[in-house]
């Protein structure tokens, strides 16, 4: 008997296999943990059921490759795929072409909530298992999960542990790394009038055996240009939280002082700069400060590092 619903008008003798003409970013497929080991948890441990691993298979949308979650479609012939790829395949079926509908797959739904495994962070210290629904939500505050590098001049996309992003740092981005709690730095721009040109600089600082990220950058806030310096801790925000910084900038006669706690690199470079959660110098003041020949811009921003008791 021929399955209810009707062909897309695509053209049918295209590869089954072929998804390249969804826009589908790689980018967002999940990361694969390994495969269980011997003696890895089964279908909550009951006997008789299939392993996990072949039902996850099954759980596993065709499309992007990502673990699939309530609501799960499936075709009139019951190739299933994610909410999110139904409409990025314009309701037909990548599978058999067939227009997809509104067709929940509830058996495999109810399957899903019987599976327990483990973190998909796995691989960096995460031994915890859990619901199959209730993974998710794990995974997007796991301690383990990795941190992205906090360099902020490139869309750099390598992410790891700290230890790892301490040497990319070093190694790749050729950052500048210090010992020690206080600094006193030297930021000089031979054209400050071109601020478009976002001047930034980022130096690592080893401190209570912990790194830092000090952040010196010029942007526009609205309409008016702007120089700004702030620190992010290389860890979570719990950990960020039990530490002080003190940035403290003037010349002249005059000097501008902030004081904070570090964010984590857990919060981009961007959202932290963009709620101004550092020492903000406006032009005209740091032009001021820089010896007023407005030809260069020479600013000397100190500061220091201290643990909350």
């Known amino acids: 008997m021929a399955p209810v619903g009707r062909i897309c008008k695509e053209d049918i003798l295209e590869s089954q296999s072929s998804f390249a003409k969804y826009d ?3 980018g967002n497929a999940e990361i694969k943990t390994a495969p269980p080991s011997k003696g890895a948890i089964t279908n909550g441990g009951k006997p008789g059921m299939p392993s996990t691993s072949g039902v996850h298979e099954l759980l596993e949308c065709p499309v992007c490759m990502s ?13 299933t795929l994610c909410s999110n790829c139904k409409a990025r395949v314009h309701n037909c079926c990548p599978t058999c072409r067939y227009e997809l509908g509104n067709i929940r797959c509830l058996a495999l739904e109810k399957v899903a909530e019987s599976l327990e495994l483990p973190c998909r962070y796995q691989s960096f210290g995460c031994h915890d298992i859990f619901p199959y629904y209730s993974k998710l939500k794990h995974e997007q505050h796991c301690r383990f999960r990795p941190y992205d590098c906090p360099y902020a001049g490139s869309e750099c996309s390598v992410s790891g542990d700290i230890p790892l992003l301490v040497s990319h740092l070093k190694d790749d981005h050729k950052v500048d790394m210090h010992d020690g709690c206080t600094f006193n730095h030297r930021y000089v721009k031979s054209n400050p009038q071109e601020v478009e040109n976002a001047t930034w600089m980022l130096t690592v600082f080893n401190c209570f055996g912990r790194q830092f990220c000090l952040h010196f950058e010029a942007f526009q806030l609205g309409m008016a240009p702007v120089y700004m310096a702030f620190l992010r801790f290389m860890g979570d925000d719990d950990e960020a939280k039990k530490f002080c910084y003190s940035l403290e900038v003037g010349a002249n006669g005059r000097k501008l002082t902030f004081q904070g706690v570090p964010r984590s690199i857990r919060d981009s470079h961007r959202k932290v ?3 101004q959660d550092g020492l903000i110098i406006q032009r005209n003041m740091a032009l001021f400060f820089s010896g007023g020949d407005r030809q260069e811009l ?3 921003v100190t500061g220091r590092i201290w643990k909350e008791q």
């Open 298 to 300: 020479k600013l000397r």
């Open 24 to 26: 589908i970013s790689p």
């Open 67 to 79: 673990s699939m979650f309530p609501p799960i479609h499936q075709c009139p012939n019951g190739h």
């Open 273 to 275: 700069r963009d709620s």
